[in-house]
Every structure is written in structure tokens, then in C-alpha cells.
């Protein structure tokens, strides 16, 4: 954590954490990706696909914004539609999760309609 606060803090941007007992807790980070010291982010799909699987039993929230726009994923959403949180360890869910990932991102990045909405709702 303290080298992703020193990463973003010299692209202007920021790092908050919040935590409550039994509630969970919240890392906001933010950069401004035009600063020439932004670094590359890497493969955020990835990431995220591998963290729904290898914690299957936590709710993990997900959102990435381009200006106002905001991709949200919500990992209770799709364990209402799985009904077995242990299939988010299958290859094929597993698959699935990184391209849906890839394709909202993309059409964030492009502009597009992701159906996202502001952060704050």
C-alpha cells in the first residue's frame, strides 16, 4: 500500500482507505492518467478475475472511471446469477469474468455506453 500511495501521489493523484469492523473495507486510489509519471496500470481484467477467484467468499466491488463515466462490477451480482460461489474458480467463469471485464474497460477507455454511472451512486 505505501508504494501504490507513492505512485499515485506523484501522478496528482491520491490514495483513501477506509475500513469498519465487519463491514469490509474500501481503497479508493486515483491517477491522473495524463501525468508523465502515471505508470502503466497493467492487466486490470486480470487482476480482478483472479482476486474474485482466489476469494470466492468475499464481495469484492470493482470501479474504474474515465472522466464521469464509471464501470462498476459487483461480484454479489454474479454470484446471485452462479448460486455457488466456488464457481468463480472454474476456467470457464473464470474466462468469462476477464473478457467482461476487458470489453466494459474497453468501451470506457473508447468513449462508448457502458451503462456505467457516477461513483457516488
Not at 482476486?51 to 462490477?73: D, K
Not at 459487483?74 to 468469462?96: C, F, G, K, Y
Not at 476477464?98 to 462508448?112: A, C, I, K, P, V
Request: charged share 25%.
Amino acid at each position: 500500500l505505501p508504494f501504490l500511495k507513492q505512485a499515485a501521489e506523484l501522478a496528482d493523484g491520491k490514495l483513501a482507505l477506509a475500513s469498519e469492523p465487519g463491514r469490509g473495507t474500501r481503497l479508493y486510489v486515483c491517477f491522473r492518467a495524463d501525468h508523465i509519471d502515471c505508470p502503466p496500470v497493467g492487466d486490470m481484467p486480470l487482476a480482478v478475475a483472479t482476486l474474485l477467484a482466489g476469494h470466492p467468499g468475499v464481495r469484492w466491488r470493482f470501479a474504474f472511471g474515465v472522466g464521469q463515466a464509471w464501470f462498476h462490477l459487483d461480484s454479489a451480482e454474479i454470484l446471485e446469477i452462479l448460486e455457488d460461489p466456488q464457481l468463480l474458480r472454474t476456467p470457464p467463469v473464470s474466462r468469462w469474468l476477464r473478457e467482461h471485464l476487458e470489453e466494459g474497460l474497453r468501451e470506457l477507455q473508447s468513449g462508448g455506453d457502458t451503462g456505467a454511472q457516477n461513483f457516488e451512486s
